[in-house]
């Protein structure tokens, strides 16, 4: 029998995760009266996953390194702003465009990256998202400069997408759409040619794989992942000022794809869902208990939590959880017979 | 006209002080990029917590003697670098030795993870009000032809420069400089060869780290005003540490100091006489960096690398 394209990914419970997906808030809201904040905070891990989706094809996938994905959010936020509200183009128009906007300044990025590699591409998109950030502030006729600028709601084909209620099951049907996008992507000719980049660059080349055009491609796609989140960002947040694209949130997004464990969709996914959760309902819950013994700035404890938990991971656990995931399941699949080896 | 030189002689010279403290900072990463490939992204906070570190010696030494002088803050700096040298120490511990077989990657990641972790804790544990340091110079200033210098800045630059030369007589003409220089090329063969590796990187850490609390100390009475966010500082040493080739002691150096003038003039009389200089200043040394790097991708002094397939 010939195998589908399918046949060796289990794929029964996909319709499962996306009915608990889309039944989720109705249990946070029989749960908890302050399940607005959760739906919140749920929101934005469902926006970042879109992103980090993107940037884990670039990095994990592709092996080039991006510190620039909060300028690249930031493009996508303002460029959609902007054509929403000052241009008057249609919402509907804007989510099309302007992901594809982006995807040309990841493009620009892209040419560089053609020549320097490691470090020094680290550095060259670190120094992108310095120069997008200033060149906000510099546009402040159209962006508001440092002041932020106000966006409005999305509307979809005449229905207002208004409260966090609405905003959930907006975000996320895009979010399913992106994970199942990536999945496709490096199932493809596509994510075979960025994973043999990845490995090798001479050997893929001697295979007859165009190293520049596929490393312009994988910019373009995270570009337009990137795009498409900071398009659902600023219309959800209703406002955004070139505070919320800090240099820190590019690192963030790394931390987020290696703790979720670098080069697999899913684990991208995942550990942008455990970063964001942590961030914003367990630390907070801990550091109120703690503010009573020593007296702190809210984000100082904050950050010492998150970069402690990254430093483990990467000391302990470089496979992220998705690694531990992958390893509980070998452990179980042989379990009576698991050799020592395996499990260390 | 002729004021619009003194102005900018004048800017140079302070933008020059200035890329000194980016060439002591870049002078960190080279060094530890030239034993182990392995980029610190913690400089700039190791920088502050010697800041932070010797202000306090400065503090407590004072409230023992009762007065502030030159004694006090030369025990002070010597507390901070025996401090520097305990930290490099365990810097290497929790950092290199557990990711030693890791891809260089991760090593970065944990240095930048290292970098949050020490700003959170300085703050943690120095609280949130910005300190007023002090300075060993006082205000005391030299004037050459209308152009004026604090000694202070004198110090920085010729600090800079003394400590880039014997690094480079270092890594060229002893053994352990070339030990290290033949780790950093292939640390099977090195260790095959007799060389401690484990020996070399701890030793390189603790460099790193000297030259790290040797900038904050000299640059925390520049900045007035002391706090956390003196870490960030050390992002802006980045372009420097390329524009000259990453593991280029000199260019180290040399980038610094081009970049520190750059910025330094382009934010003074320029800024004055173009408008759009002023709106682009604190990320010129950016955009120098990306052009410099598309027509030289191994920076000024840097030199293009054989791949081995």
């Keep these: ?344 | 006209m002729n004021e619009l030189i003194t102005g900018l002689l004048q800017e140079s010279i302070s933008g020059i002080a200035l890329g000194s403290i980016y060439a002591l900072i870049a002078l960190g990463f080279t060094l530890i990029y030239k034993a182990s490939e392995v980029v610190n992204f913690a400089q700039g906070e190791v920088m502050m917590v010697g800041a932070y570190v010797n202000f306090f010696f400065v503090s407590y030494f004072s409230a023992m003697v009762g007065e502030i002088n030159g004694w006090v803050f030369l025990l002070a700096f010597l507390g901070s670098i025996i401090f520097a040298v305990i930290f490099g120490i365990i810097l290497d511990f929790i950092i290199n030795r557990p990711l030693k077989d890791e891809p260089v990657f991760s090593i970065v990641m944990a240095t930048i993870s290292l970098a949050i972790i020490l700003r959170a804790l300085t703050a943690l544990i120095a609280g949130p009000i910005s300190l007023v340091p002090q300075s060993p110079f006082g205000g005391r200033i030299m004037e050459v032809g209308g152009v004026v210098v604090s000694y202070l800045d004198l110090s920085i630059i010729l600090s800079a420069v003394v400590l880039m030369g014997i690094f480079f007589i270092f890594f060229n003409k002893t053994r352990w400089g070339i030990a290290m220089k033949a780790t950093s090329e292939d640390s099977e063969a090195a260790q095959l060869m007799g060389i401690p590796v484990k020996k070399v990187y701890m030793i390189v850490w603790v460099f790193a780290a000297i030259v790290g609390v040797v900038s904050g100390i000299l640059l925390a009475p520049r900045m007035s005003l002391l706090d956390t966010s003196m870490g960030f500082l050390g992002l802006k040493a980045f372009p420097a540490a390329i524009l000259g080739g990453f593991g280029s002691i000199p260019g180290a150096v040399v980038g610094g100091i081009i970049l520190g003038v750059i910025e330094t003039v382009s934010m003074g009389t320029l800024s004055f006489h173009f408008s759009w200089i002023k709106e682009i200043n604190d990320i010129i040394v950016w955009i120098v960096l990306i052009v410099v790097l598309m027509v030289r991708p191994d920076g000024l002094f840097g030199k293009a690398k054989v791949k081995r397939v």
């Design chain 1, 1 to 344: 029998m010939i195998k589908g394209r399918y046949a060796d990914e289990n794929l029964k419970w996909i319709p499962l995760i996306i009915m608990a997906v889309f039944a989720l808030p109705f249990l946070i809201k029989s749960a908890t009266f302050s399940y607005k904040y959760y739906l919140y905070v749920i929101n934005m891990a469902g926006i970042y996953i879109i992103l980090t989706v993107g940037l884990d094809l670039l990095s994990g996938f592709t092996g080039l390194i991006s510190l620039g994905h909060a300028g690249f959010l930031a493009i996508g936020a303002y460029t959609s702003a902007i054509l929403v509200d000052q241009v008057g183009l249609p919402f509907e128009l804007s989510l099309i465009i302007t992901p594809v906007i982006v995807g040309f300044f990841g493009l620009i990025i892209g040419f560089p990256a053609l020549r320097i590699e490691g470090m020094y591409l680290a550095l060259t998109t670190m120094g992108f998202g310095f120069i997008v950030k200033r060149m906000i502030i510099a546009l402040r006729d159209w962006t508001g400069g440092s002041g932020g600028l106000q966006v409005s709601n999305a509307t979809l084909l005449g229905m207002d997408v208004k409260s966090d209620w609405d905003n959930y099951f907006f975000i996320f049907t895009f979010t399913i759409l992106a994970v199942a996008a990536g999945r496709r992507i490096i199932h493809s000719k596509l994510g075979r040619a960025f994973m043999a980049i990845r490995d090798s660059e001479h050997a893929a080349e001697a295979s007859g794989v165009n190293i520049a055009k596929y490393k312009l491609i994988a910019f373009f796609i995270s570009g337009i992942f990137a795009g498409l989140a900071g398009v659902l960002f600023a219309h959800t947040n209703n406002f955004i000022s070139t505070d919320h694209f800090d240099i820190l949130l590019s690192i963030y997004f790394y931390v987020m794809v290696l703790v979720g464990g670098m080069g697999s969709i899913y684990g991208a996914a995942l550990g942008t869902l455990f970063i964001v959760l942590m961030e914003n309902l367990f630390i907070p819950l801990f550091e109120d208990s703690l503010s009573q013994f020593i007296a702190t700035e809210a984000g100082d404890l904050q950050a010492l939590i998150f970069g402690l938990i990254m430093l483990l991971f990467i000391i302990f656990q470089p496979l992220g959880l998705y690694g531990m995931w992958l390893k509980m399941r070998i452990y179980w699949k042989v379990f009576p017979f698991n050799p020592r080896k395996r499990f260390t």
